[in-house]
């Protein structure tokens, strides 16, 4: 039986926020059997607290931020991402300041943190949430669906009018039975375009953004020395988003999602169509560990 899991000591970090562009100390704390992953703001009076769930996503202009009452986060996906790439399902987040910190643009600092604090399993076992029917969110010529699927995979598609954009980033097919999340997805980092960054600043947003936080692009190239860490590095991100927000649904999901076009509004609205219908998902637990999907058994748990 795959039981629930956490870290098994506190961890500290800090860094800067991609869109407010202040310095924020974060810390990770374990936490009990079905407590879930809840942020807390210990620079606010009170550290009110908000819990990671679909329902409680607010604004959705290029990250998800939690909302409840006082206490607000936002930039959540990429952590979110890395706790579902580790399968931890209970965690207590410090984070003093209104948004994480972005890193460098990617989950793999997230995944070094975790994983340098260990995980360790608890007594009970882990839940997942199966879906049995189809749901599907539109908007314009963007859509995401989920499928029922005996394990979990994405299947997602792209497309900007940039010559870096080659028809062969533009798609990807994720099946975690087959792929390891911690090589192959977690280090792919958001990236933007250099013509969008006087609106966005305009805007209040990236302003902690720098070619050491996301890959830029101008008008024909990728301005970042280094170059690209995949070539379908772009698509990946989108991936990696993608884990993070639907790990908002509060367990790990046994299904398929594609999706083209998408981005943080479609995957909570699809979330929410999804948790508002009953009949299209179960919460499941296994009581044989050969009877958990494949996707679900290559977790480390001691630190890397």
Not at 3 to 13: D, F, G, I, N, P
Not at 247 to 271: C, D, E, M, R, W
Request: aromatic share 8%; net charge negative; proline share 5%.
């Amino acid at each position: 039986m795959l039981k629930q899991r956490t870290l098994k000591s506190v961890t500290r970090t800090t860094g800067v926020g991609l869109h407010t562009g202040a310095r924020v100390e974060l810390t990770l704390r374990p936490a009990p059997v079905d407590h879930g992953i809840v942020f807390y703001r210990p620079d606010l009076a009170g550290g009110p607290s908000v819990a990671g769930i679909a329902g409680n996503v607010g604004d959705t202009r290029l990250s998800s931020t939690l909302n409840d009452g006082p206490a607000s986060v936002s930039t959540v996906e990429h952590l979110m991402s890395a706790l579902a790439g580790l399968g931890i399902d209970n965690l207590d987040v410090d984070v003093a300041g209104p948004e994480l910190p972005i890193m460098d643009g990617s989950a793999g600092p997230y995944v070094f943190l975790l994983q340098s604090a260990g995980i360790v399993e608890q007594k009970a076992p882990k839940k997942y949430l199966r879906v049995t029917r189809t749901v599907e969110a539109r908007d314009g010529d963007k859509w995401a669906r989920f499928d029922p699927f005996p394990g979990f995979k994405l299947d997602f598609g792209i497309d900007f009018p940039h010559p870096v954009f080659g028809s062969e980033n533009r798609h990807v097919v994720v099946d975690f039975a087959e792929h390891s999340y911690v090589r192959e997805i977690a280090r792919a980092r958001t990236f933007g375009f250099m013509q969008d960054v006087e609106a966005m600043r305009a805007a209040g947003l990236g302003l902690g953004g720098s070619l050491q936080t996301a890959i830029v692009l101008d008008e024909t190239k990728v301005l970042n020395s280094e170059g690209l860490r995949f070539d379908n590095e772009f698509v990946r991100h989108k991936v990696l988003d993608a884990i993070g927000d639907l790990y908002l649904l509060g367990h790990p999901l046994i299904g398929q999602y594609s999706a083209f076009k998408t981005g943080h509004a479609l995957n909570n609205k699809v979330a929410r169509a999804l948790l508002a219908d009953p009949g299209a998902f179960e919460v499941v637990t296994f009581a044989a560990e050969a009877d958990v999907p494949a996707a679900f058994q290559g977790w480390q748990l001691s630190a890397a």
